[in-house]
């Protein structure tokens, strides 16, 4: 009433009385939520370049604090933190898959695996992921070169932005630093 007062007309503010009445009988559903992604591949993207950021954050500020500190093994030259990334964002993009198991929506049981069997997964994988890194630091310098302090930083802000752009266009959920992945059912 308030808006009839300044001069609006009823048609003005509801629209003509028959698609006012159909819109009152047939509301409109609110718009669908994006779909969210749980893809194993998404993931593993996910996480190499979240571990890239934590790696090259660490072995930055490590080099800008004592640039020798940075330089005592192979594990903190930039192919072997990119082996580590990768490796590292496949295995964790694997295990989020498998620790979130379906469940049959009629009984509510978990599909999948028994419990027992993937925690030695994940054990497995956990050792697998540090023998790699461990294995990075016999690398040759020539493939394996350590850069300066702040390239490292630099990297890592990039891969840090380039990881928040990546969950925020393609929606994922899940992964090593994100929200956790809706149950599945099948």
């Known amino acids: 009433m ?14 003509t009385p028959t698609a006012y009445a159909e819109s009152l009988i047939n509301p409109k559903k609110p718009a669908e939520s994006r779909t969210t992604s ?10 190499a370049l979240m571990f890239l950021a934590i790696f090259t954050i ?26 580590v990334s990768i490796v590292g964002g496949a295995l ?13 929506p009629e009984t509510g049981k978990r599909l999948g695996l028994p419990v027992w069997l993937r925690v030695i997964l994940v054990l497995v994988g956990f050792m697998a992921w540090i023998g790699i890194y461990g294995l990075t630091a016999v690398m040759n310098g020539a493939y394996n070169p350590h850069l300066n302090g702040w390239i ?23 992964g090593f630093m994100g929200r956790p992945m809706p149950r599945e059912t099948k």
């Open 152 to 174: 490292y930083i630099v990297i890592a802000v990039i891969a840090f932005v380039g990881d928040m752009y990546f969950r925020r266009k393609y929606n994922v959920v899940g």
């Open 58 to 83: 660490m072995f930055g500020v490590m080099g800008l604090m004592d640039p020798k500190s940075a330089n005592i093994n192979g594990t903190s030259g930039i192919t072997a933190i990119i082996l």
């Open 38 to 47: 749980s893809n194993p591949w998404l993931l593993a993207i996910d996480n």
């Open 2 to 15: 308030t808006a009839q007062k300044t001069g609006q007309t009823a048609t003005n503010l509801l629209g």
């Open 92 to 104: 964790f993009g694997s295990i989020t898959k498998l620790m979130a198991p379906a469940k049959d």
